[in-house]
């Protein structure tokens, strides 16, 4: 089965620091995407990216960019922390192509982070 | 943006019985997929089930089911029989031609013994 790893399962930063969230897929999926879950408001989408290097905002990108170098990795990156991105962050990755849009997400485990 | 909607934040339901999870999602695509993914308290998201928006029979997973009015745009998820291990946090999706992905806020269901 297709894994998706995210580097860190809780996080702890200070406010103003630099906060790279980092996720790897090992499937060659061409989509990748960051979600934040906050209690009652669900999964929100922040960042997409459906190639190397290509990345669509989603409905939140506020306060978050990203990266994505190589196919397996796709980076969210918080430039100066604040408390409100306390948060769990969410990375899932997707085949990609026309055809494949019935299939499922495959989820990361998710990192907890706390800024602070 | 597509946007979805949950309007139940919690549901509690007697084990073997049945309940109803809605979901409604606003769209002007014609062509999409919605999917119900159940997240328990391990954190991780599991797919229950899923359905074109081009097919008008409804998907069926075992227990699960849904009732989708394309017309209403409303996609409910029915759970019949329902157990223990069907306690967690139940999400609707809605994911568009062009693969990105909605997800609504979430309803919580809570099987009694």
């Known amino acids: 089965d297709v894994k998706v790893t995210q580097s860190s399962r809780y996080l702890v930063k200070r406010t103003g620091e630099k906060v790279f969230l980092e996720c790897v897929q090992d499937m060659d999926h061409e989509n990748m995407f960051w979600y934040r879950q906050d209690p009652g408001l669900g999964l929100r989408l922040i960042y997409f990216?459906?190639?190397?290097?290509?990345?669509e905002k989603g409905d939140i990108p506020e306060g978050y960019s990203v990266s994505r170098e190589k196919k397996e990795r796709f980076s969210l990156i918080l430039e100066s922390a604040s408390t409100n991105q306390t948060s769990m962050y969410l990375c899932a990755s997707h085949r990609g192509g026309q055809a494949t849009t019935n299939e499922k997400l495959f989820f990361g485990s998710g990192t907890q982070l706390s800024v602070l | 943006a597509q946007t979805v909607t949950q309007s139940q934040p919690e549901m509690s339901v007697q084990e073997a019985e049945t309940v109803t999870l809605s979901c409604t999602y606003d769209t002007s695509e014609s062509d999409y997929y919605l999917f119900w993914y159940k997240q328990p308290p391990s954190r991780q998201m599991i797919l229950v089930i899923r359905?074109?928006?081009?097919?008008?029979q409804n998907a069926t997973e075992n227990r699960f089911s849904v009732n989708f009015q394309k017309a209403a745009k409303s996609f409910s998820l029915k759970i019949s029989d329902s157990q223990l291990g069907d306690a967690a946090m139940y999400f609707c999706a809605y994911r568009s031609a062009n693969n990105d992905m909605r997800f609504g806020a979430g309803t919580r269901l809570t099987v009694k013994p």
């Open positions: 359905q074109e928006a081009y097919k008008q």
């Open positions: 990216s459906y190639d190397v290097k290509m990345k």
